[in-house]
């Protein structure tokens, strides 16, 4: 048997924040509000389903280093140029990190800065 991610998490100074914006772009919603400020978000069916939720857990400064966790999209009913237009009307922002313009994937950061990447490839909605 392989294992399998249930959730990913995600430190952020304002979760509420967070929350919004992923569960517009993911068409998530809000599963739980920790006693210490920290929500889970996910598909509507609760964890567990096919999809990871996220933890939003509050960090109150930066953690020192650089995250090596970021989430990768790819759009379901539209296609990236489609998708990119409307990430950016949810307040995603382009990100720099050194890309050549060639790829075939759009770098964006989230409210927060959190980068994530706008695949190409349209999969299928679940």
């Known amino acids: 048997m392989a294992c399998r991610i249930g959730e990913l998490v ?3 100074h304002d979760p ?3 929350a919004r914006f992923w569960c517009e772009v993911l068409d998530f ?3 739980d509000r920790g006693y210490d400020g920290s929500l889970e978000i996910g598909p509507r069916e609760g964890f ?3 999809q990871p939720t996220i933890m939003l857990s509050r ?3 930066p953690e ?3 995250s090596r966790l970021h989430i990768d999209v790819n759009p379901t009913d539209r ?3 489609a998708e990119l237009e409307r990430l950016l009307g949810l ?3 382009p990100a720099d990190i050194g890309q050549t313009g060639q790829e075939q994937w759009h770098v964006l950061a989230d409210p927060e800065g959190n980068e994530f990447c706008l695949l190409k490839a349209r999969l299928n909605p679940l």
């Open 10 to 12: 995600l430190g952020c």
């Open 16 to 18: 509420e924040v967070l």
């Open 29 to 31: 919603a809000v599963l």
């Open 48 to 50: 567990g389903g096919p």
């Open 59 to 61: 960090r109150d400064g």
């Open 64 to 66: 020192p280093g650089k």
């Open 79 to 81: 296609d990236q140029d």
């Open 91 to 93: 307040g995603a922002r």
